[in-house]
């Protein structure tokens, strides 16, 4: 007795199906048939195709429900066209045939199903029962023999983790220590994050923090444990949140072997079969409705629905090269960890059917032909089904579903996994043009990013650190940095980071054991073994040298395990290639069991191509830099000489980074017994051209001095000497005097002060006035008469010699000058000769918020009381 009705119509274009899928989705839904709805879309999907697409006419739904369940029909006008029923019925269809595909479908999912003809149209309809459940259940699977039960240990244990608004973990169950080695009071506190082993892709991707903001998600990852394992998991998400509406996330986490225990049905089985392992093989079905907004997200959902919908114990999805001739292993699950991931095959691997990746293959029992699925090799798998993934004849991909069954696919199986593979395909490939797309924008921001750091440094320890901060933990989890000192020499460890600073030391420590990679201009990336050969090894000789003395083969030391961990898995080296010369290697590292992805060595291989100018130009600078700066030493003068008597104190500061001399400098040197010259002198300009001047200036000083020349004709043969300089020459100011120490106590001074700032004298009471009359200044004018002026220091008496870098210090308007210096000098009675210039530099540097932009020098000479 039917109970209720409804019908739609549908023109014949593409967007129909779509339409029709959503009409009996919802219809059922309104019927409280939900149980039924999975099934009841994918036949309907399928027919209402073949009526509007292969048929080309209309097409008429029809959901009549009755007290058992639902009858669909599905009516097209073209009854002349042939339907295989006989093959579909004897299970005999070509697995290469266009028709019958929805057909054989109604034989494996519907109760009953049939095809009814008249002269105007053609009737396709099926029935789906409900099943009978006991009062109070939601759902129910049938009942299994022992053997065919999901395994699990001994011991079942399900980690219970919350999660608060902060994405920190809040509760940590026993069961979760037990799972993970982590005890509670080491967790509670940091982020999820931090132990997740989730797939990432710089600049795309769903991450662990928006899985974690869902309402529910189910799915699976990964999770390091106490010794630097990633563990294989699967989970359960619930958002919740307390009395208080404060929100947080329930993690309900087992491993992945046992995922049976949280893992929903993917449907109800309608009519009691145990096999019935087709729930969702077209598109809706097999990724689910909405579907994930990411490629990892997209392959990762298809391959655990292919292996739910073939009843599997483990699948794969493999992605085809630009070139079609390798695959990528992009997502797997049910297999040991993740370590295929990313690793390569070829698309032909021999000749025949069965040797390449473009035609569907069965193995009934791996047993017998060790080596056809290099992927499944040592996982207890015995058959497998795999199907290409074609998009306009063009080979995107391989899909597989494998069981520890032996014998247990056929044609039937590679036929629904190839159906569900056709749906996919083409959003696989949609979702793979995306990803690439958002990885050539992530990869150029990442590289401007990068650029514009290794562009702000010079120093060429930082560029180390630097280049290794930005491939960690982004490309790879570890990397260490060997540098070439000159052409043709050893590369030398220079760097070695680690996501994790606590295995730095030990990664250090294995990769000085093992002999460094041979640099080579011309071979890009390629693969270096030594550090996983070297751990592996350390780790067998420990347990062989246990084993010859007669003991057990001891746990291996914490630290060494998870150096092993650490730099088990893929490791690959690219040269640092800058000038056409090799200054470097780069090597990059993964933890045991991961591999690279092809997409990520091209940005490695663009960002040594940046890094290595960059440390190339560090090098260049720091070489510059040693020769600028011994040069610039040697204009300094040597160390003050004692002077009996008199106290004497210099502060120099040259202007501009780097600079250790400018055009202001400074001498005290012996002339003869008793007699010592002293000079303060300021060259027209700064940095390394008035540098020049002043050690011509400084050395004829002493030269001419100690030839037993007075001071006026010392500054006149100067005079001369800078002017033969040429268009090279430049003016300065210059003080210079010659000091006597008196027996008694006091000094004589004779001064010359040839365009100079006055040098001040300051008296015990106070007083402070110039010691010196201005003259004219040397390097301008060919005849100079200059006259020399004497004057004597008490004991208490200081003077002080300045350049203008001090007088001409500026704030705006103001000005410190010659009143303020007097001001400032006025307050230094009583001070040491260091005091009084100490004092003077602070206030130099205090009268202005902006650093000195000019020269600075400063000679204090002070007779003590």
């Not at 019908?7 to 199906?17: K, W």
């Not at 999907?45 to 007290?67: M, Y």
């Not at 026993?174 to 009071?185: I, K, M, V």
């Not at 043969?717 to 002017?723: D, G, K, M, P, T």
């Amino acid at each position: 007795m039917i109970t209720a009705r409804a019908a739609a119509t549908f023109e014949p274009v593409g967007r129909s199906v779509a339409t029709a899928r959503g009409f009996v989705r919802d219809t059922l839904q309104g019927w409280g048939l939900a149980d039924l709805i999975e099934d009841a879309v994918v036949l309907t999907s399928e027919l209402v195709t073949n009526a509007v697409v292969h048929a080309g006419t209309a097409a008429e739904v029809r959901c009549l429900r009755d007290a058992r369940g639902v009858r669909i029909e599905v009516i097209d006008r073209h009854p002349e066209r042939h339907l295989p029923l006989a093959e579909v019925s004897r299970g005999q269809l070509d697995l290469n045939s266009e028709g019958g595909r929805g057909l054989m479908l109604c034989a494996a999912l519907a109760t009953r199903w049939g095809v009814d003809y008249t002269t105007t149209d053609k009737c396709v309809w099926f029935r789906l029962d409900e099943q009978d459940l006991p009062v109070g259940t939601r759902s129910a699977g049938p009942v299994l023999p022992d053997e065919s039960l999901p395994v699990s240990d001994t011991r079942v244990r399900v980690a219970v983790v919350q999660i608060d608004r902060a994405d920190t973990v809040t509760a940590w169950n026993s069961d979760a220590t037990e799972l993970f080695g982590y005890p509670e009071e080491q967790i509670v506190g940091k982020p999820l994050a931090d132990l997740a082993a989730w797939p990432q892709t710089p600049g795309t991707g769903t991450g662990i923090a928006e899985a974690l903001s869902l309402s529910r998600w189910e799915g699976s990852y990964g999770l390091r444990d106490s010794e630097g394992r990633t563990m294989p998991v699967y989970a359960c998400h619930l958002r919740v949140r307390d009395a208080h509406g404060e929100p947080s996330t329930v993690c309900l986490i087992v491993r992945d072997q046992e995922r049976a225990i949280l893992q929903g049905p993917t449907r109800v089985p309608v009519h009691g079969d145990s096999l019935d392992r087709s729930a969702g093989d077209p598109l809706d079905g097999l990724i689910g409705s909405p579907p994930p907004d990411d490629l990892d997200g997209l392959l990762q959902r298809t391959v655990e629905r292919a292996r739910d919908m073939l009843d599997g114990d483990a699948a794969f999805l493999l992605l085809a090269t630009d070139d079609e001739t390798e695959l990528e292993v992009r997502a797997t699950t049910g297999l040991p960890s993740a370590r295929q991931r990313f690793a390569r095959v070829p698309v032909e691997t021999g000749s025949g059917r069965y040797g390449s990746a473009r035609m569907p293959a069965v193995h009934e029992d791996l047993a017998t032909s060790p080596g056809a699925v290099p992927l499944l090799s040592g996982t207890g798998m015995h058959a497998v089904v795999s199907v290409p993934l074609k998009v306009e004849g063009r080979l995107t991909g391989s899909i597989g579903v494998a069981s520890e069954m032996p014998g247990r696919y056929g044609n039937e199986e590679a036929l629904r996994l190839q159906f569900a593979a056709d749906r996919i395909a083409l959003a696989v490939e949609s979702a793979r043009l995306t990803e690439l797309e958002r990885l050539r924008r992530g990869s150029l921001a990442f590289l401007v990013e990068a650029s514009e750091l290794l562009a702000g440094t010079l120093d060429r320890d930082q560029t180390l650190a630097l280049m290794a901060q930005m491939i960690v933990p982004t490309l790879a989890t570890w990397c260490a940095v060997y540098t070439l000192p000159e052409a043709g020499s050893e590369p030398v460890l220079s760097y070695v980071l680690h996501e994790d600073e606590e295995r730095i030391d030990g990664i250090k420590s294995l990769l000085d054991q093992v002999d460094p990679p041979e640099p080579g201009a011309g071979q890009g990336v390629r693969q270096w073994t030594a550090p996983a050969d070297a751990a592996h090894n350390t780790t067998l000789r420990t347990s062989l040298r246990s084993l010859a003395l007669g003991k057990l083969p001891p746990k291996p030391p914490e630290t060494s395990h998870s150096t092993a961990t650490a730099v088990g898995g893929e490791t690959v080296v690219l040269p640092l290639l800058a000038r056409n010369r090799v200054i470097g290697l780069l090597a990059l590292g993964k933890p045991t069991d991961e591999r690279f992805r092809q997409d990520i060595l091209e940005l490695a291989e663009d960002l040594s191509r940046r890094a290595a100018l960059a440390l190339d130009n560090a090098r260049l600078y720091s070489e510059r830099t040693a020769i600028s700066q011994s040069l610039q030493r040697s204009l300094l003068p040597p160390e003050l000489p004692d002077i009996d008597g008199v106290e004497v104190e210099v502060v120099y500061r040259a202007a501009g980074e780097g600079n250790e001399v400018g055009g202001d400098f400074y001498d005290v040197f012996p002339i003869r017994e008793g007699a010592y010259g002293f000079a303060i002198g300021d060259v027209c300009g700064t940095g390394p051209l008035a540098a020049a001047v002043t050690g011509l200036a400084r050395n004829a000083l002493r030269l001419l001095a100690r030839e037993g020349l007075g001071g006026p004709a010392v500054l006149e043969r100067l005079n001369a000497a800078i002017l033969e300089q040429g268009p090279r020459s430049r003016f300065l100011t210059l003080l210079y005097g010659e000091l006597w120490p008196q027996p008694e106590g006091g000094a004589l001074l004779k001064m010359v002060c040839a365009g100079h700032p006055l040098p001040l004298r300051l008296t015990p009471d106070g007083q402070v006035a110039p010691a010196a009359n201005p003259q004219p200044l040397l390097g301008v004018m060919d005849d100079l008469e200059l006259y020399e002026q004497t004057t004597t220091l008490s004991p208490g008496d200081v003077l002080l010699c300045v350049t203008d870098g001090v007088t001409e210090r500026r704030e705006g308007t103001r000005m410190l000058g010659d009143d303020g210096l007097a001001v400032v000098l006025s307050s230094c009675t009583g001070m040491t000769a260091g005091a009084v210039a100490a004092r003077v530099s602070r206030a130099v540097e205090r009268f202005a918020a902006d650093a000195p932009s000019d020269d600075m020098a400063i000679l204090t000479l002070r007779i003590p009381e």
